[in-house]
């Protein structure tokens, strides 16, 4: 296989290039054929390069821009009134096929607008879904798509995000036939509004996913199913409930204790005995959305990532290229659309 090449918008995010040096210096390790290509402001990226030792990795190429899309900038407008931004230019490198995919941690909905605009959907493909891996009771992951790159889905829509994700759980997850459902307030076959319960009979007539039906909110980690399909209102509100509740749950242990030294010595205790279960459930290392349906890879990170978070975002995109996730997408989807009519 040829080597293949990652571009990365070093300057997206809460935390800017220096979490993403850090990340690229690790992914420089484990992928000792990958060659990135950093889209940013070299005053800032050349000394951590230099810091980190990377200033003249021969795998390593630099195009400096001091244009930056902010969390803040309405997609439209920042499209228009900054050509130069790090993160357009990274998507353009993926369209013009010098790079095979890219990470950003930048603002999503200018990300969504820009891989949309520049790389457009594969052929049949209406709408293209952010979807993310989501530990299970399993010690598994699941997949839960849409998350919030369409917040509302006709059932069309939403049995053409069964089918990727199927994909995706397939080439990616290794699953084996995974089990697909879709996202209700019950799982009566009567439950849900007239849009879910269309996908499902368009899911349950097809060939090409295994629909299990519907899940609850509250299985989604149970593992009951491997791809977990809804609108994106539904999705983010889903996603970010759970961020909430974890944090609600850290926050707590860390304050139970933290005050008296038999609590600090309970809780080493505790961590040294669940450590591995942690390590599982870390989040960092399920950070990496997929901007699924697209022409080519993109992988959006969250902004507030750290560097073990950044680097499962790179490596997240580095196995979607490697597997030629787009084509398998429009393999599948073509035979679907051909069986549906």
């Not at 889905?153 to 879709?182: W, Y």
Request: hydrophobic share 40%.
């Amino acid at each position: 296989m040829s080597s293949l090449t990652i571009a990365l918008d070093t300057m997206g995010g809460d935390r800017g290039p220096s979490i993403v040096v850090a990340a690229l210096e690790r992914a420089l390790q484990s992928f000792p054929t990958i060659n990135f290509l950093l889209f940013g402001d070299q005053a800032e990226l050349l000394p951590l390069l230099k810091k980190h030792q990377l200033l003249k990795h021969p795998r390593i190429q630099l195009e400096h821009t001091n244009e930056v899309i902010e969390m803040t900038d309405k997609p439209g407008q920042c499209i228009r009134s900054k050509p130069k931004a790090s993160m357009r230019l990274a998507v353009e490198s993926v369209a013009e096929e010098r790079a095979q995919a890219c990470v950003s941690a930048g603002n999503t909905g200018a990300l969504m607008a820009l891989s949309y605009l520049k790389l457009k959907t594969i052929a049949g493909v209406i709408r293209p879904a952010l979807v993310a891996p989501l530990p299970n009771q399993d010690e598994s992951q699941s997949l839960l798509l849409d998350l919030g790159a369409n917040p509302s889905c006709d059932a069309e829509t939403l049995f053409q995000f069964g089918v990727m994700g199927s994909v995706l759980a397939e080439e990616i997850g290794g699953k084996v036939n995974p089990r697909v459902a879709l996202l209700n307030m019950g799982v009566e076959e009567i439950k849900g509004h007239d849009t879910v319960r269309q996908a499902a009979a368009l899911l349950k007539a097809s060939s090409h996913v295994n629909y299990i039906g519907f899940v609850e909110g509250n299985d989604i980690f149970s593992g009951k199913a491997d791809v977990i399909v809804c609108d994106g209102f539904s999705g983010n509100v889903a996603l970010k409930s759970c961020e909430g509740m974890a944090k609600l749950l850290y926050d707590n242990f860390e304050r139970t204790f933290k005050g008296h030294w038999f609590s600090r010595l309970l809780a080493w205790v505790l961590y040294k005995r669940f450590k591995k279960s942690w390590q599982w459930l870390n989040p960092d290392q399920y950070n990496g959305a997929t901007l699924l349906g697209l022409r080519g890879v993109v992988v959006k990170s969250h902004g507030n990532a750290s560097a073990q978070g950044f680097y499962s975002a790179i490596r997240q995109a580095v196995r979607e290229a490697q597997e030629h996730l787009p084509s398998r997408v429009h393999n599948r989807i073509e035979s679907a659309l051909i069986e549906h009519d």
